[in-house]
């Protein structure tokens, strides 16, 4: 082999070194950090169902606050609080779509979380097809850097069935990637 060949044959390598490193780093997702409600995952693939993109997080929150915690529950077959998902750090000034809205009803008594005890939700991201919505739906709008925010309360409800939310610190989950 010629002295050009395995300068080439070392520069190619070390090429694809450094794609597979960059891959790699790109496909491990964001670093955990100490969030009160931790995912299962820091990244999730949105898979191609019939008229919808779709994956589901699961949500664990552990009561760390010492007192009691609280959740208005939606109805009485829905043991969990309400929740969603927002875009975090350089994805948090860029457009999301979801389609994840609450119709409650009332008189559902509200849930507890005792200190030292978790509840697990199931979260499901992605979107419906929205075929004749106006701007049309864009692809990336339903990917990027998020967090899963839970209903959860500092006291039980009032008469008029609303309560003082914890600090969204205090409810939020570590970041994750939403992929394709």
Same mark, same amino acid.
């Given at each position: ?37 931790? %995912?299962? &995952? =820091? ?6 169902? #019939?008229? /919808? ?8 929150? *552990? ?56 509840? %697990?939700? &199931? =979260? ?6 929205? #075929?004749? /919505? ?8 339903? *990917? ?37």
């Amino acid at each position: 082999m010629t002295h050009t060949c395995r300068r080439h044959s070392r520069a190619l390598r070390l090429l694809i070194v450094a794609i597979v490193g960059c891959a790699a780093s790109d496909v491990a997702g964001p670093a955990r950090d100490d969030s009160p409600v931790q %995912t299962d &995952a =820091v990244v999730y693939r949105l898979r191609r169902k #019939p008229g /919808m993109y779709e994956a589901t997080a699961l949500a664990t929150y *552990v009561n760390r606050t010492g007192g009691t915690v609280y959740y208005p529950r939606c109805h009485f077959t829905i043991e969990g609080p309400k929740f969603g998902y927002f875009r975090t750090g350089p994805d948090s000034t860029r457009s999301l779509f979801t389609d994840t809205y609450w119709g409650c009803v009332g008189g559902v008594p509200m849930g507890i979380i005792r200190p030292g005890d978790s509840l %697990t939700v &199931a =979260v499901r991201l992605g979107a419906l097809d929205q #075929p004749d /919505m106006t701007p049309p739906l864009l692809p990336e709008e339903i *990917v990027g850097r998020m967090r899963i925010w839970l209903g959860l309360c500092k006291s039980p409800a009032t008469e008029s069935g609303e309560c003082e939310y914890l600090p969204l610190r205090e409810r939020q989950s570590n970041a994750f990637d939403v992929r394709y």
